[in-house]
């Protein structure tokens, strides 16, 4: 057991308390996002035209005080961590992610630590368009992007502080769901924003296994998808391609779900 300190103790006493009720929660967070939009230098409107590093900064600082009294910047600054965020357009399948680099300071001997809270801009970007199935983050259904990237950033900020607090954290145990139940009101512990995968398939017919066909210098080619991110992957069986576990040899295209035509 370590010795822990009067920040730590007031933070643990906080998030293991009775956090917002449901009428709190949402006066609170209809306050953080309508002040995250006028603060906001690119993003005027729900739909968030740009969003930025900046304004990820700026929406975890509004949560961090109106919940927590400052408490997670405290705790960072007082264990001289960095924490730093990043918009994202390569995570395709999470809506977000918390991660801590250890790294050792080989001259004063002590370890160096970063949190990094990304959320994935593709993946908001890619949702509410018109027409498409209601789009549900922690168990709320989200109106528009703004919704969605606050119930992302709750979930995340969830994450952080167990880290801060405990070293380990896990969305799928029950202490981060019962302080995101109590702070943030989830009901899930997950996101069900529409990935390229679900989109292939809805849109498309195309999942992993399917056969395919498409054009590539004007010649056609059949492969079988292997994998589906913003682009997808077809393997074509070809002699001079690479091995794979099944002992045949495929050459791997990036092809753009648009330019697929699902053949079997
Ligand atoms: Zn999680």
Redesign the pocket.
Known sequence: MSHLSSQKAQLLDLVSGKGFTANQFLATSTDIGQSLLSESATCTTEQLERLTVADLEWLFQLYDDRCFHGLCRKLILEAGVELSFRCSRRMTRAGGKTTRRTWSRPRRGQARQEYEITISQFLLEDNFASHSRPISVCGYVCEHRLHALQRIME?EIV?LIEMLLWDDSS?AARRFRGIASRWFQHRE?NHQLITPREKAYVDHGVRPGSLVQFMYEGEPRTGVVNRISKRVTVLVPDPRGERYTDGRRYIKYYVPLASLKRVG
Request: hydrophobic share 25%; proline share 0%.
């Open positions: 979930h994450h969305c512990f």
